[in-house]
């Protein structure tokens, strides 16, 4: 089976082709880098118009130079896209060029949930059986774990998603978008400084926290910080060095993550967890979840980077398996949504005896 897939929900547009007997994917990607700020929907679907017909025919093109079938035959059996969750505009695009190409190549079409690749593409690269998965990406971040049929969502964030909370401290200090590895690079030379700590149960909270990294960098002290005007906030002792903020936003931020995701193993039984997301290449986000893993006998997975942001790979190698499992989409019914939350999917892929 051979599949090609497209991504396009936020800010990367991709394709790949997912061979799977022989395991192989190969991607094309092209991002869109906002010129200031964070990422602008309008901005980013035009992007996708530019760059997904070319990433669409780069992907084509190795699917028609690795086939070995006759030549008459379409290079791929189906076409598997993203259908959401993500911003809209570009879900619409997306949408539009996997429904044409379906239509001209006369193979099927499959709708994949973009939070559920995120999850599939760690258990297909770690050969997990049941893993937990968390997803740590942009716009997301929550736990993961299969129970008759459908991945429940075991714990999530209360606001922001954490790349994204971690991106608006960044343009609060000025910094280009992405901020994710910016802050990595800063935090190396930073110490500790008390920044708030939210978990609640199964689900965690960033706004509190980013709010307190924007005032500690704007040297404004958290006390008189949420009262009066600008005026009359008084100033701390000045701004505390962003090496320091970086570094704790990381232990907080992570530690949170890494404390939910140690209660959903402990919840679920399992002991097995894969990570998730662009987030997810995180060096020091990967420490605390492998250390927590050791220290409870559990295994760690992280897929490889170019699986962990987003990537069409994944969208392929998890429409592989629901193309097998013959859950493809008609034309008419194949909208995308741009709140699809992970679990809507049920899922058809995995052994009956599991479901
Ligand atoms: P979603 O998958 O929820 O739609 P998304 O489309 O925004 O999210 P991802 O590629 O999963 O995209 O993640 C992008 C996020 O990852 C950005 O917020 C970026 O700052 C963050 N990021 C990238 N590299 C790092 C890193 N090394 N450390 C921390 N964060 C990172």
Redesign the pocket.
């Given at each position: 089976v051979r599949i090609l897939g497209i991504e396009g929900?936020?800010?990367?547009a991709s394709a790949a082709v997912f061979d799977a007997e022989r395991d192989d994917v190969f991607i094309e990607s092209d991002a869109y880098q906002p010129e200031s700020g964070g990422?602008h929907p309008r901005e980013a679907a035009e992007h996708m118009h530019d760059a997904i017909p070319r990433v669409v025919e780069r992907a084509l093109e190795y699917a028609r130079e690795t086939h070995d079938g006759p030549a008459t035959d379409p290079p791929i059996d189906a076409v598997a896209f993203s259908r959401g969750?993500?911003l809209g505009p570009c879900l619409r695009v997306v949408g539009t060029a996997a429904r044409a190409l379906s239509q001209a190549l006369g193979v099927p079409l499959v709708g994949v949930n973009?939070?559920v690749a995120?999850l599939e593409i760690g258990r297909h690269t770690s050969g997990f059986d049941s893993p937990v998965c968390l997803?740590a990406?942009?716009?997301?971040a929550h736990l993961l774990a299969y129970r008759n049929g459908r991945y429940r969502v075991l714990g999530e964030t209360m606001d922001t998603?954490v790349?994204?909370a971690?991106?608006k401290f960044t343009r609060h200090v000025g910094w280009s978008?992405?901020?994710?590895?910016k802050?990595?690079a800063a935090a190396e030379d930073g110490e500790y400084v008390d920044l708030p700590y939210v978990v609640k149960g199964m689900d965690f909270s960033f706004s509190g926290i980013m709010s307190a990294a924007k005032q500690a960098y704007d040297g404004v002290s958290a006390s008189n910080a949420s009262g009066g005007s600008s005026d009359e906030r008084s100033e701390s002792d000045g701004s505390v060095p962003i090496e320091d903020i970086c570094y704790s936003l990381q232990e907080n931020v992570f530690g949170m993550l890494t404390e939910v995701s140690e209660r959903a193993l402990s919840l679920t039984g399992s002991d097995e967890l894969v990570l998730g997301?662009?987030?997810g290449?995180?060096?020091r986000?990967r420490e605390m979840l492998a250390e927590m893993c050791a220290q409870r006998g559990a295994e760690f997975h992280a897929p490889e980077p170019r699986f962990?942001?987003?990537n069409a790979g994944m969208i392929a190698v998890l429409g592989a398996k629901m193309y097998a499992a013959g859950d493809t989409l008609e034309i008419e019914e194949s909208r995308v949504d741009p709140d699809f939350r992970p679990d809507q999917v049920p899922v058809t892929w995995r052994a009956r005896s599991e479901r």
């Amino acid at each position: 089976v051979r599949i090609l897939g497209i991504e396009g929900t936020a800010w990367a547009a991709s394709a790949a082709v997912f061979d799977a007997e022989r395991d192989d994917v190969f991607i094309e990607s092209d991002a869109y880098q906002p010129e200031s700020g964070g990422i602008h929907p309008r901005e980013a679907a035009e992007h996708m118009h530019d760059a997904i017909p070319r990433v669409v025919e780069r992907a084509l093109e190795y699917a028609r130079e690795t086939h070995d079938g006759p030549a008459t035959d379409p290079p791929i059996d189906a076409v598997a896209f993203s259908r959401g969750p993500g911003l809209g505009p570009c879900l619409r695009v997306v949408g539009t060029a996997a429904r044409a190409l379906s239509q001209a190549l006369g193979v099927p079409l499959v709708g994949v949930n973009h939070m559920v690749a995120h999850l599939e593409i760690g258990r297909h690269t770690s050969g997990f059986d049941s893993p937990v998965c968390l997803n740590a990406s942009g716009a997301n971040a929550h736990l993961l774990a299969y129970r008759n049929g459908r991945y429940r969502v075991l714990g999530e964030t209360m606001d922001t998603g954490v790349g994204n909370a971690i991106d608006k401290f960044t343009r609060h200090v000025g910094w280009s978008h992405p901020g994710g590895p910016k802050v990595e690079a800063a935090a190396e030379d930073g110490e500790y400084v008390d920044l708030p700590y939210v978990v609640k149960g199964m689900d965690f909270s960033f706004s509190g926290i980013m709010s307190a990294a924007k005032q500690a960098y704007d040297g404004v002290s958290a006390s008189n910080a949420s009262g009066g005007s600008s005026d009359e906030r008084s100033e701390s002792d000045g701004s505390v060095p962003i090496e320091d903020i970086c570094y704790s936003l990381q232990e907080n931020v992570f530690g949170m993550l890494t404390e939910v995701s140690e209660r959903a193993l402990s919840l679920t039984g399992s002991d097995e967890l894969v990570l998730g997301g662009g987030v997810g290449q995180n060096a020091r986000l990967r420490e605390m979840l492998a250390e927590m893993c050791a220290q409870r006998g559990a295994e760690f997975h992280a897929p490889e980077p170019r699986f962990l942001r987003d990537n069409a790979g994944m969208i392929a190698v998890l429409g592989a398996k629901m193309y097998a499992a013959g859950d493809t989409l008609e034309i008419e019914e194949s909208r995308v949504d741009p709140d699809f939350r992970p679990d809507q999917v049920p899922v058809t892929w995995r052994a009956r005896s599991e479901r």
